[in-house]
């Protein structure tokens, strides 16, 4: 059996297939475009998900992956056994190789064989192959291709079968396995049941669809998607029984052993921490560089779980500093030679771990005093165990971990309610299920259904409808190719009705990268007649499955009929404000990079007629200079009319030339590139881009940015205007700026030395009123000393008085304290029409029993609130203001009854 690396063994495959025919396709990203239903990419698959619908059509019909994958949770693999487990993981790259429509189970079979028996010289006798128990051509072709008869297991639908959705294309499949155990003990029993039997390679032959009522058609053009594990495969041919063992995962962890100083006996003791940092510390690594962030929802909150559950397990084997992105540099130099993004990434990547971790350490402090908090009333109450329900607050809300939970109430003689936490932890599961977004094949089926009637009708091509864009079409004579209303394929739509309408071609923008869909019209106005026949309000356009697009509006007269002639028409001044405001987010990318550092990534936008938004990473507020600084320089590009031009080139040519591709984005083969500048070579702004652009830059005509602040955790979100927009807001500003003038009676570029002097003036008049206010309370405060009252040699004030805030009330407390000597005093007063009481002791009075804390809980209550503090000095509030005279009069009776 051959002995190679996992580099070795990913270009063997690819090359392999390559020479099959196959095209080398690159991994997509693990963030799916176009697919709410899932959340990352989990197989190879996911890629050609429409390709295999049908609803998509490439330039090959055989392809070949390495496909960056995540599973982090569900039969695949729960997060918990990443670590313990010698074969589970968070990411892993999934080996496949692809038919779209072109050879089937003979060949796949043929493949699979010869590269696994032959090439690799994987030894028959640990080999099993599994099909599905009514598919006796897999079985014979198997047998054919040299597999003994009782090495060729059948098994039903739950191991062998295969199926993207309750409807949709499925079909079987056949798995190869490989035993790792003792030969003499290998029985046919132990495939799909004991774990020394290990799933290689998953060969799914997609044969029929699935109808809603359960009846299987057969595909006219069967299909074939396969998988297998990169990392199991190294397993093999490297002679390892678990996947840490491999060369994908021992230089991560002779890093980690190298930062901890830690001898063998040590890293062994230590096996399930270092198993988990490796295994995350790669799936952090590529979930950055895919553009995801540490964050609160979604994919963001699952790549935070990764990290801080590396994090964790960091602390646990030795760390007590922020180490994961000395770990991650491993990973960058490991797979930089293959995902070559990763190295031109490193710095963010690795700024974005640092921060993050040094977040979570923050959180484990706040943490650990909330706990503190937590079981100290617990024990007042006499409980000894920490409720479920509050380990799970201090997780979900602050991301405290429950081992620490655990751990921490442990030392203070504390138990956890743990079944609680985990019937907690399920319920959110539960809510997090049902708020996921889904997209099953039968609400998309309508669209599918009226696309193949175009093809079958000749009305559009086997790509689908075509879209003008690109060549700046602003309207176009057309002809209504089909009508939608209410999820149905209709003949006609009357006035009133909400409609989604097919054309063969459109000048109207879909929705694509940020920039939002054209609206207009659609109309048919016969030339003699006096006004249109009917009328059709487009207010957006929508792709909801490729090749097809929707225009969605409102019949606003008439009746429209499928096969009338119609002409579509742009709201023009409307798509000249997004064309400036796509432009400008492209310069202003220029811009933040040149001005904060190349570290800057966009991290999403929007492009509306209105305004522009741009999110891009960078780890603190952007500084007024900053923004000036980026807001010159944008103008300045703006105002030097730079052509701005557009071409078609692959991808791979696109980015060897400089071209920037941004985070999570899908692209094709073939991509276009848009173009700031004079030349290529010294282009101010090249990125690929499909959406509407001006042809040169003084056309935008201005930029105003009007807002900066925080998105998310690392990006940051700058909304800017141009063109219109901006010219109305310098004239806002200018008005506002007069009206300014006029009310300081100044001219108005001395405004500001106008409003110095006026805040001088106010800060004057605000220390003589302060000055005023003081005084006053003093008076009043030396009119009330003869109101104490002696109770066993202490002096007892309880008084309501007036003052404005509760610091002016804390002060008089301190006062009459101070005066009075040995004494308690509390005063209430009504701020903002609320009753608020302090109370103060001095220390004599402390050492007799007297406890400001406790004093003043129970006098607030019968105002209807609460509060407390120290045995000197204590505080509360309530809500009815009323019965604050009769809280004060309770004072004396419990100092009394109080004092030793």
Known sequence: MKQLSTNEIRKLFLDYFHELNHAIVESSSLVPADDPTLLFTNAGMVQFKDVFLGLEKRDYNRATTSQKSLRVSGKHNDLENVGPSPRHHTFFEM???FSFGDYFKKEAIQFAWHLLVEELGMPLERLWFTVYTEDDEAERLWREAGAPADRVLRFGKKDNWWAMGDIGPCGPCSEIHYYWGDLAKQTADGVNVDDEYLEIWNLVFMQYEQKADGALIPLPRPSVDTGAGLERLASILQGHDNNYD????????????????????QRQKNLVGYRVIADHSRAMTFLIGDGVLPGNESRSYVLRMILRRAARFGKRIGFTKPFLAEVCKVVI???GGHYTDLPTKADFILRT???????????????LALLDELIDELRTAGKDEVPGADAFRLWDTYGFPIDITRDVAQEQGFTVDESGFRREMEAQRERARASVITSEASDLSVYGRMLEALKTQGIVGADGVAHLIYENVEDADTTIAGIIVDGQIVDEASQGQQVEIVLPETPFYVESGGQISDVGEIYYFPEDVERPIWTIHVRDTRRPISGLIVHIGEVTTGTVQAGDPAYAIINVDRRWDIMRNHTATHILHHALRQTLGMHVHQAGSLVAPDRLRFDFTHPQAVRAEELEAIERMANEIILDNYPVGDRWTSYSRAVEEGATALFGEKYGDTVRVITIGNRE?????????????????AEIGNLRIVSEGSSASGVRRIEAIT??????????????LARAASALHTRPEAVDEAVDHLQEQNRKLQQELEAMRAQLARQQSESLLNRAIRVDGLAVLAEQVQADDADTLRQMTDWFRDKLGSSVVVLGSVIDAKPLLIAAATEDAVKRGIHAGNLVRDAAKIVGGGGGGRPNMAQAGGRDAEKLPDALKIVSAWVERNLK
């Not at 991560?252 to 830690?262: P, V």
């Not at 070579?681 to 830059?697: K, N």
């Open 723 to 736: 063109g219109r927009a901006a010219e109305q807001w310098t004239r806002n500003r200018l008005a506002t």
């Open 353 to 367: 771990v640092t921060a993050e971790e040094e977040r979570f350490q923050r959180t484990l402090t706040t943490g």
């Open 681 to 697: 070579e010294d282009a101010v702004s090249m990125e690929l881009c499909g959406g509407m652009h001006v042809e040169s830059t």
């Open 95 to 97: 080996l496949g190789n």
């Open 246 to 265: 491999t060369d994908a995962f021992t230089p991560i962890m002779d890093r980690i052993q190298g930062l901890l100083g830690d001898d063998a006996a």
């Open 333 to 335: 130099d490991q797979y």
